[in-house]
């Protein structure tokens, strides 16, 4: 047990057996007798009003009630969390996480800043599925994956984490290997041609999956759209567009149902670690002008810190808060940012039946905090306590 955690936790945690669950990184208790935490401030994900004094109880890892305290009963036996004057939020989502180039450290960092659930966009397709396997089992501790394995790319391509393509045919056998070997959707750079993309799009979608990514090289982010990635991501395609085709563009994307990935804060972070003021940076200040009419708009937003080698400055877990924030400075409200960082990215990666909102059935992945998120998003790096699946994360 590490130093500090028993004091903590018994001050927290009034009763029911506790069971501390070893693994290779990040530890956690279980209890074994439902959890409530009573008093609090729900924001749930979804709704765009909080609930005040509310009780959420939990049980063997699922959500079993959430309401107004007057009305829930907390079960005799329970373990009791006191959240008066806190702040309960579901477990964030990082949509733009690379693992394998910070390695395995990532996962505990994630889980330690609240992140339950991550879209991993590219990366060694073996040490990712490692480590997801074990997060699975149950043996390390770690936030729910959505995978895309390596980077799918023309021949052109360097060759760090991709698999390459040729022609029309090796581009069906990649994705049907990658899907058989379990990841989740295709994801690609900027080095292939439209053809071939088209290709990796109409076999994925023959087998229930899709493609992200890059804008690649060539081609318009509206275009990309046109061609059926789901998700594009950063903002360099949209930098030198005229008003008539950022606009057109945002119409190809309401159309097509194109999800926006800005990764504003990888490109903040490196302004901040210079000692520089991003709001007077021009390529900082119009991309956030671009993601707030985008948004104002009804295209969906991807919240992602873009994290992968570890000398870039946004890191594993910080980086999201980073991402929440840039998205704020861009003029975004920080409800609509939990909304967008919580339920709108279990939806778009298939997991609203498991995660993304405070609600009864859910997995109970919950980020108890100290302060007011609403009043300003920087509080949800003032973490109180994490639960993954019901189960308190000992923090560092
Ligand atoms: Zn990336």
Redesign the pocket.
Known sequence: MRHGSHHRYRRRITAGLVVLVVSLGTNVFAQSVPVAIHDVTVIDGISTEPLENATVIFHRGIITAVGPSLDIDIPEGSSTVDGNGQYLIPGLWDT?A?LTYWGEDALDSLIQAGVTSIRE??GDVDLVEKWKGEVEAGSRVGPNMIWSGPYLEGIDAPDEYRLKVADESEARQAVNDLLDRGIDFIKIQAVISAELVAVLVDEAQKRGSFVVGHVPRGLSAAEASSLGLRSI?HMGPYLRLSEEDLQATIETFLKNDTWLSPALFSMVAPILARGEDPSSNDVVQRSNAIVLKMHEAGVPLLVGA?F?YRNWPQRPGSGLHGEMHSLVDAGLSPMDVLILSTSRAAEFNGMSGRSGAIEVGLAADLVLLEEDPLADIRNTRKIAAVFLNGREIIRD
């Open positions: 733009h690379h966009l590219g991501e873009n992968a």
